[in-house]
């Protein structure tokens, strides 16, 4: 899989034994990327838009306008939703419309976002707080204090996980009471934060680490060299994947080793990954290019 940059958007272009099968063309800038309803959507922050593509024919079905610096993506009770950096809000995307259905204040400059079909999760990295959003209502139900400059969110194994970058440290919340029950030194400039079946992985963005949780104790049972500043988590085909801004490269971590067993070369200032059906998707904020890479 290779990708080309042309009129200042972005190429994916698939390749098999070194043949040309197909090319999906996205808005440049692609800084998020989320997997739902059977696509990968794509947060294009230069555009002010979010994309649905189609991971089987590789092929933009739809450009949604959201405004603005929208960053990351999540997918969850039956939608899309984009946090938009730039105008402290988020905007709910309904897949069978492709169109935004609604927006939803948050606090001050949201970034991170992740999301289930009970609620969604919003860092807002200048707020340092995690909003909370009831899907069935679009609405903020509750404001939660974490750590300075909140950069990563993920849910799993019964809590949400939020990493400080600036304290160095993880949040451990209790959706029950959206509280805050435990905080984690980990390393620093925690930028990034996913879940496996029974362990939690962070990423040290100038430790230049990931890092294992073991939420039993809530203590770090693990540390793991990386490439040079990684800034972005993801799990899925059993294994955790980490993109290494510095290096442009993409590392596979096995969660039962707990060691690098493979590094990609990927394109320049690698912004965001998604996993899905064998594919791991990257997409490279320096080059505006949107790739594939087999699991």
Same mark, same amino acid.
């Given at each position: 899989m290779t990708a080309v940059l042309l009129g200042g958007l972005a190429?994916?272009?698939?390749?098999?034994?070194?043949?040309?099968?197909?090319?999906?063309?996205?808005?440049?800038?692609?800084?998020?990327?989320?997997?739902?309803?059977?696509?990968?959507w794509v947060a294009s922050s230069e555009d002010g838009s979010v994309s649905r593509v189609n991971p089987r024919s590789h092929r933009v079905t739809a450009t949604v306008h959201v405004g603005g610096v929208p960053l990351r993506t999540a997918f969850g009770g039956g939608a899309a939703w984009v946090t938009n950096n730039s105008r402290d809000e988020v905007a709910r995307v309904a897949p069978a419309a492709d169109r935004v259905s609604d927006k939803v204040v948050v606090g001050n400059a949201p970034g991170a976002i992740a999301a289930d079909d009970v609620a969604v999760w919003v860092a807002n990295g200048k707020g340092n707080s995690i909003s909370r959003i009831d899907p069935s209502s679009n609405s903020v139900v509750a404001t939660i204090p974490v750590g300075r400059r909140p950069a990563g969110v993920a849910v799993g194994l019964g809590a949400v996980w939020v990493a400080n970058a600036k304290d160095g440290t993880v949040s451990r919340i209790d959706p029950t009471s959206s509280s805050v029950v435990a905080t984690i030194p980990v390393g620093r400039s925690p930028s990034a934060v996913t879940t496996t079946e029974d362990t939690v992985w962070v990423a040290n963005g100038r430790s230049h680490s990931v890092v294992r949780i073991d939420p039993a104790?809530? +203590?770090?049972?693990?540390?793991?060299? $990386? *490439? =040079?500043?990684?800034?972005?988590?993801?799990?899925?085909?059993?294994?955790?994947?980490? +993109?290494?801004?510095?290096?442009?490269? $993409? *590392? =596979?971590?096995?969660?039962?080793?707990?060691?690098?067993?493979?590094t990609v070369a990927v394109g320049s200032d690698p912004s965001a990954l998604a996993v899905s059906n064998g594919t791991l998707w990257v997409a490279s904020d320096g080059d505006n290019e949107l790739s594939r890479v087999a699991t």
């Open positions: 190429f994916l272009i698939a390749t098999r034994g070194g043949a040309h099968v197909g090319a999906t063309r996205v808005p440049s800038g692609p800084s998020g990327l989320t997997i739902g309803d059977g696509a990968i104790s809530d +203590a770090v049972t693990a540390t793991i060299r $990386v *490439g =040079r500043r990684p800034l972005v988590l993801t799990a899925g085909d059993g294994a955790v994947w980490v +993109a290494n801004v510095e290096d442009n490269t $993409v *590392g =596979r971590i096995d969660p039962a080793t707990a060691r690098v067993t493979r």
